[in-house]
Each structure stands twice: as C-alpha cells, then as structure tokens.
C-alpha cells in the first residue's frame, strides 16, 4: 500500500459523502415515485442515489426476513445489509439533510488503510444486491407455502405477485429528461 504510484485516501471533496439515513425509504428522482426535491434534498446529487430504496421494498425485505427467519442465508444477508447500510452513514449520522451529531461507524475504519479510499455513500450499493437476495427468499418461501397449500395457492401467489409489484414498480426508472 506504500509502495510506488501509491496514494492516500480520497480528495477531502467527497471524502465525506455519506448517506442520509431517511434516503432509505425514499424513491430516487427518477424512478416512479420519485421526487426531484426531496431526492435533492437527501443526496449529494443524482449520481449519489444509492440508497433510495422505498419504503415499500424496505417493508417487503422485514416482511422477508419475518417469513424465512429460520435460514441461515436470511440472516447473513440481513447482516450484510445492516452492516453495510451502516457504513454508508458516514462519519456523523445525517437525517433529512441535517447532522445529527451521532458518530457513525465509519469514523472507526475511515483513516485506516484502503478504507480510506472509499467514499461511504458508495457502500450502500451493497444493500441493492441484499435486498433482492431477501425479496428472492421471502417469495420463494411465499410461493412454496402456496404449493403446500392447493386451496389457497392461487390467492398466495396472487398476493406473492401483488406484493412484489408493489415493492418493486415504484423503482421502475423514467425515461431521462430531454432538453433542446
């Protein structure tokens, strides 16, 4: 790590781009339900959308967990996106575009060595893959109680289907804005 054409951490511009904690449950600003104001608002710019979420994805990834709480790869993946989402708060906890004064827990990794190459925010882009991987479990333990269950299957599924979709379209991206 020292050794030539080495260097040290990033440029002190975007050295503490973090997350905002109520960027979670929000919607990107160009997703469906997205809001350019309150997007603007939570992050330092569109590239810097990692984490807006939903709040109805967020509910669907508890509603996971709930259902599949007895697997193994339920709670790594719960881990994983607890600790990562964690990280991506940066230094000082920040919520609704106001510091709170809360330490995050990047302040413990963020002058050590190869961490301190990376920009927080970033980091919430692990908690994308983790919540598919929930929403994956949840649906597929969902749709095996509706085949262990024939009376009911069709409205399991329905409502597995109905779920997701409800999780799911507010994501779906607008086209990009145009101008002459």
């Known amino acids: 790590f020292f050794g030539p054409q080495h260097y040290h951490g990033v440029p002190a511009l975007v050295k503490d781009v973090s997350t905002d904690l109520a960027a979670y449950p929000a919607f990107a600003r160009l997703s469906i339900a997205g809001d350019v ?4 608002e939570l992050a330092q710019g569109p ?36 600790v990562f989402a964690a990280l991506s708060l940066g230094r000082e906890i920040v919520v609704g575009g106001r510091p709170t004064g809360w ?23 692990v908690v994308v893959p983790v919540a598919a991987g929930l929403l994956a479990l949840g649906a597929d ?6 085949r262990n269950r024939p009376a009911d299957a069709t409205g399991l599924r329905i409502a597995t289907v109905g779920a997701l ?10 086209p990009l804005p145009a101008a002459n």
């Open 47 to 82: 590239a810097e959308e990692n984490s807006f979420l939903g709040w109805p994805l967020l509910i669907m990834c508890v509603a996971a967990v709930a259902l599949t709480w007895r697997r193994a790869a339920t709670w790594a993946l719960f881990a994983v996106g607890l």
């Open 165 to 174: 979709a409800v999780a799911l379209v507010p994501l779906v991206p607008r």
């Open 141 to 146: 333990r969902a749709l095996a109680v509706a």
């Open 103 to 125: 330490p995050g827990p990047w302040r413990w990794l963020s002058e050590l060595p190869l961490f301190d190459a990376v920009v927080p925010t970033r980091l919430a882009l």
């Open 37 to 40: 104001a309150t997007a603007r």
